[in-house]
């Protein structure tokens, strides 16, 4: 079965302040992609990253970044300079197999971020 | 460019009287729908997904139904809402263009009274 554990319920830092959001997946398949999204406020889920799990290089972009361990089964997220904006709900997902039939996502519990001024 | 779209944005309902949420996309073709429910508590859980029109695979048993008339519509219904369907509501689609990804409407709260 495929699960998605998102340890942090909620995580409080101060304004420029580095944080990592921890994702720890489970699944039997060979091949899967892995997501994160962003949920402000407002609700709606913003779609962050993509990764499949042949592809295990870190990715940058901007002040995230994200790191993809195959060998733990994890894909953290990390805020570097964290600003106000940044306050949301962070969400990780596990997608099996390739694209195409159904592309059902399974989420984790989310962790809320709050950010300080 | 691919926008999604769901309605009403907020509700409020009594128990037992039916529901209607409607969900269309824009800009694609033969997409992939989904509606997730987001109770209190953060955690999304799918309720229904469809891969084609009058196509819709139901993930959990519950007092909610899915229909697909049209190829870039999805509406979530119920005859008799229960306390228990409040909540957030989100349509969803993705393609086997998108990679896998899937991407979201603003959502629709309800709050069944």
């Known amino acids: 079965a495929q699960k998605v554990t998102q340890a942090q319920t909620e995580i409080s830092v101060v304004e420029k302040e580095d944080v990592t959001l921890d994702c720890v997946y489970e699944?039997?398949?060979?091949?899967?992609?892995l997501f994160w999204y962003k949920q402000p406020p407002s609700g709606e889920l913003v779609f962050l990253i993509r990764?499949?799990?042949?592809?295990?290089q870190n990715e940058i972009s901007g002040r995230y970044s994200w790191n993809f361990q195959k060998s733990t089964s994890s894909f953290n997220f990390t805020i570097t300079a964290s600003q106000v904006v940044d306050s949301a709900v962070y969400f990780c997902a596990l997608s099996g197999r390739y694209g195409g039939a159904t592309n059902k996502l399974i989420f984790g519990t989310g962790t809320l971020l709050a950010v300080q001024p | 460019s691919q926008t999604i779209h769901q309605w009403p944005a907020t509700l409020v309902q009594p128990v037992g009287s039916p529901l209607s949420l409607e969900c269309t996309v824009e800009?694609?073709?033969?997409?992939?729908l989904y509606w997730y429910r987001q109770a209190a508590g953060r955690g999304l859980q799918l309720l229904f997904y469809s891969v084609g029109i009058g196509q819709i695979s139901s993930e959990v048993p519950q007092n909610l139904s899915a229909s697909r008339p049209q190829d870039r519509q999805f509406i979530l219904s119920s005859k008799k809402l229960l306390l228990s369907d409040s909540g957030f509501y989100l349509c969803?689609?993705?393609?086997?263009?998108?990679?896998?990804?899937?991407?979201f409407g603003e959502g629709s709260w309800l709050t069944v009274v």
């Open positions: 699944t039997r398949d060979t091949t899967y992609y």
């Open positions: 800009g694609t073709s033969n997409p992939n």
């Open positions: 969803a689609w993705g393609t086997i263009f998108s990679g896998n990804t899937i991407y």
């Open positions: 990764r499949n799990s042949f592809d295990e």
